[in-house]
């Protein structure tokens, strides 16, 4: 399958690609990240189509993106409901969710809460107090007429594009649509939230996952940091962590073959007898 031939549909008013077919393997439910659309899957599904043929996958443009409308809300509460409904209109049973970037919070989140196999974070941290702390500090900037600049330099940041092959730099420039009102709009709790608070939230989820034993991966560019490295042995003890030097915050796109390689692993996720839903993790 050439990445320009996936089949496109919509399940629950968001557009999806489909591939493969419901079978005893646990599907795929892959969530790109902000300002990028459900193309950012396909070098891997691609792969993944020669390692594990038919698996079924879809990947969806999150509200706000790609080919799927706006929303009245994007709160990740919100959004984990959209994709919720989208899993129940395409007939998957307890998927295994992928998410990159802020999208590995939408997957820890519905993790927690909905039926699942299990959770492959990219390039997505769970100490998001940090990051809310960043955001608030220029929101005034991010809500003015010089939202592209700020913009541009939290990218700067974050996507390390300069780690990249430039056919990988040229993908991510390409396909990134920062449009202010829907950048706010997910990041809206970050605002309004002290960071203490949504690191407490974050912290209650973790609680859920370590009881239930739920399966959980995270693919990173980069060694997490001490302060990182201390988080998930306190909090997550049972996440694998695998680390691709020199692909930035895109290692799914730097290395779609191995990262395909994990997906196939996927299929052997044993089902979860119980639902670890976290009453607190709510608004």
Excluded: C
């Excluded at 996936?6 to 077919?21: C, H, I, N, S």
């Excluded at 646990?26 to 899957?41: A, D, E, K, S």
């Excluded at 299990?118 to 608030?136: I, P």
């Amino acid at each position: 399958m050439q990445p320009d031939a996936f089949p496109a549909t919509t399940y629950a008013g968001l557009a999806a690609d489909d591939v493969g077919r419901s079978d005893d393997r646990p599907p795929l439910v892959l969530l790109h990240g902000l300002t990028f659309g459900r193309q950012m899957w396909r070098p891997s599904l691609v792969e993944l189509e020669t390692m594990d043929p038919g698996r079924r996958a879809i990947s969806i443009d999150l509200p706000g993106h790609g080919d799927s409308p706006d929303s009245m809300s994007y709160t990740v509460e919100a959004v984990v409901a959209r994709v919720h409904e989208a899993v129940g209109e395409a007939g998957l049973e307890a998927p295994v969710i992928v998410g990159h970037s802020a999208a590995a919070g939408t997957a820890f989140l519905y993790g927690v809460m909905h039926p699942s196999r299990g959770v492959v974070a990219v390039e997505g941290t769970l100490r998001v107090g940090a990051f809310a702390g960043m955001a608030q500090a220029m929101e005034p900037m991010l809500r003015g007429p010089g939202f592209r600049e700020a913009w541009d330099r939290i990218t700067a940041r974050v996507f390390g594009l300069d780690e990249v092959d430039p056919e990988v730099r040229d993908f991510v420039v390409a396909t990134s649509r920062p449009r202010q009102e829907i950048v706010l709009g997910y990041w809206r709790e970050l605002f309004e939230r002290k960071p203490q608070e949504l690191d407490a939230l974050v912290a209650q989820g973790a609680a859920s996952i370590r009881a239930s034993g739920l399966p959980y991966v995270a693919v990173v560019g980069h060694e997490p940091s001490p302060e990182d490295a201390d988080w998930i042995h306190s909090s997550m003890p049972g996440m694998r962590t695998e680390v691709w030097p020199h692909s930035g915050h895109f290692p799914h796109l730097a290395h779609p073959r191995r990262f395909a390689e994990i997906l196939t692993e996927t299929g052997t996720w044993p089902t979860r007898t119980e639902n670890p839903v976290a009453s607190g993790l709510r608004p």
